[in-house]
């Protein structure tokens, strides 16, 4: 065990400050880590790097201890798969699976039992004879999958490998992906832009915007307990709820607030004393209800919008000039434009810096 | 007013039915989805009400006129496009009043309705700017603020969030919503998205191959598909149909799904269908991981474990390729491959005919 993959200050720089700027992070033997960010975050200029594809500015990728500066692509022992699979047209799914394995003059009956493995595996065995031009386009990506998983290597990079199967494959996939990381046992590192694919698959989540790492933990821990606001929006659907106010004062766990529009106080917190001015607080749809009357730990709004959503609603309320979801259950009915008050669990709560993003939790 | 009635509509394209004797009522005030996949007959129904397509066979009426032979221009619709489609020479506004201007409005009052209704869609800020400056939700808030601004019986939404981004379409769903309830709008949506159809819809209308497949307030569609089709098409993930064959042993009703029997008894159902085979169906939410290892646990492994954030997707795999899907709580957590017990809630518990596929009504 230990640190399989070692990626320290890692720069590239591309014009007009694009590219990725000091980014590091480690990956352990056998762990499946996801690195989740926005178009234009730097993920795949990371994936590529590690690759060997790209060349870095500065920084060290280290493989076991080894730094990699000098290491091919060709005898790095990673294997990618990329978002754009690019297969042989005139080739068998069969033979593009092979493809990695026939170049490497591996003998014919091995060649035949991995590339069934694998195909079975990823849910094409029963397409290999066909064309690529005869499976759709959900297929062609999971034989661009087997293609790369048929390799022997250490790392396998996977740049978005599920991103252009239709929404319920997508779905089936996902949860599937991570059957195929414990069959295989090995260290993965896995692109998306889908908060949902992060959440169920990684050990570990990287958090990318802007070239810049913004947050790394498990999913339970950037779930929960994220480091700003463009972690708290990026995960969730919807995205947390955030609410401006313009002062908060926290004493003895008891939260006070005040905006233009009125103010509420919270009881119960685990948020340090603080007194402050532009602060966000940030809840989630699905921890908070609603009621008809003002009580303790409520904020004040009314009914924008009701949804029914399976054997749910989703209430979107106006607070102040703010719009925020919650969810409830069917039971729960208000009236267009009824005032209504979201009680807040207190525990579950988050309070950012409005200018900067960054989360006020554990600061004095 | 607003009033539209479908008496078995059909609508052929030479020898091909695209649309296969629809009836069906929308009422004053109320928003309905037509929902289903591509090629269901949606679309050329919608068509058919507006005028745009010639109504093949049966009657058509919008507040009680029959409208098989009116010209779009005398039905009272006004209609809304997947494709913005607005003049690409002109403002937001010139696109916007084009409707009123053709009606030769005043002046003044063009404005005053222009600023209105651009400012329930949120796009008072774009006025004066060209369709190509926009962004394509901007674009069909334009859209939708044209079609929206004259007077009509019925509004015909074509697919209209379709092309949007997820966030767009999120938000632009639910102002849709609110100014068809504020301004009490008669409307009739085409959508292939189940999510939108259950948000934004009084009733929904569900299509396959031609055919209505059933009519229902969204609580109705969600809890009691009339078929499999229905079953599959609505809810993500979608209901679990489990194949289950009727066993009677000892004067008793069991059930055996896989190679394992629970006693109908224990299951808590309370009547199960006089057939040798069916199917139950059930939805993720509905089905409970079971600890206590009961009578009516159903036994299995975990196949795929996933946690997302608000709830946690499992898949138990009872064997045989049999796999049911379970939603729950956020805080669950389970080991691939672990052993595991499920349990089907008794009141959600749903039960389809093999061969048509129809819901089994309890008697």
Known sequence: MGDHLQIRNLTKEYSKGKGIHDISFSCAEGSFTVILGPSGAGKT???????????????????????????????????????????????????????????????????????????????????????????????????????????????????????????????????????????????????????????????????????????????????????????????????????????????????????????????????????????????????????????????????????????????????????????????????????????????????????????????? | MGQVKLDNVWKLYGTFEAVKGVSLEIHDGEFVSLLGPSGCGKTSTLRMVAGLEEISRGNAYIDAVRINDLDPGNRHVAMAYESYALYPHLTVFENVAYPLRIRKVPDGEITTRVNDICASLGITGYLNDCPSALSGGAQQRTGLARALIRPASVYLLDEVLSHLDATERTMLRAEIRRIQKLMELTALFVTHDQLEAMAMSDRIIVMNDGEIQQIGTPEEIYDTPANLFVAGFVGEPPMNIISVRRVREGGADFLSIVDQKVAASDLGVGWIPDLDEFFVGIRPKNVTLDTADSAAGIRGSVHTFEMLGDHTLSSIDLGNGEVVFVVDEFDVRLGLDDAVSIVLEPDHVLFYDPTSGDLLHRP
């Open chain 1, 45 to 364: 200029t990371t994936l590529n790097l590690i690759a060997g594809l790209l060349q870095p500015d500065g920084g060290v990728i280290e493989m076991y201890g080894h730094n990699l500066e000098r290491v091919q692509p060709g005898q790095r022992r990673v294997s990618m798969a990329f978002e754009d699979y690019a297969l042989y047209p005139t080739h068998s799914i069969f033979e593009n699976i092979a493809s990695p394995l026939r170049a490497r003059k591996v003998n014919d009956a091995t060649i035949q039992e991995k590339v069934m493995a694998i195909a079975e595996l990823v849910g094409i065995d029963k397409h290999v004879h066909k064309l690529p031009s005869q499976v759709s386009g959900g297929q062609k990506q999971r034989t661009g999958l087997a293609r790369c998983l048929v390799r022997d290597a250490d790392i396998y990079l996977l740049d978005e490998p599920i991103a252009h199967l239709d929404a319920k494959l997508r779905h089936r996939m996902r949860g599937e992906f991570k059957r195929i990381h414990k069959e295989l046992g090995k260290t993965m590192v896995y692109v998306s832009h889908d908060y949902r694919e992060a959440l169920a698959l990684a050990d570990t989540v990287v958090i990318m915007d802007g070239g810049h790492i913004v947050q790394i933990g498990t999913p339970d821990e950037v779930f929960s307990k994220p480091r700003n606001t463009f972690v708290a929006t990026l995960l969730g659907d919807p995205p947390m709820n955030l609410v401006p106010f313009d002062t908060v004062n926290v004493s003895g766990g008891t939260l006070e607030m005040v905006s233009s529009v009125g103010c509420s106080a919270i009881s119960g917190t685990a948020f340090p004393d603080m007194e402050r001015g532009d602060t966000q607080l940030g809840f989630r749809d699905f921890t908070v209800e609603l009621a008809a009357d003002a009580s303790d730990n409520t904020i004040a709004g009314s009914v924008y919008v009701v949804e029914p959503i399976e054997d749910q609603r989703v209430y979107t309320i106006t607070v102040g000039d703010h719009r925020v979801k919650v969810r409830t259950d069917r039971s729960v009915q208000f009236d267009l434009n009824a005032p209504v008050h979201i009680r807040l669990n207190p525990q579950k709560i988050h309070l950012f810096d409005t200018q900067t993003g960054e989360s006020l939790e554990g600061r004095g």
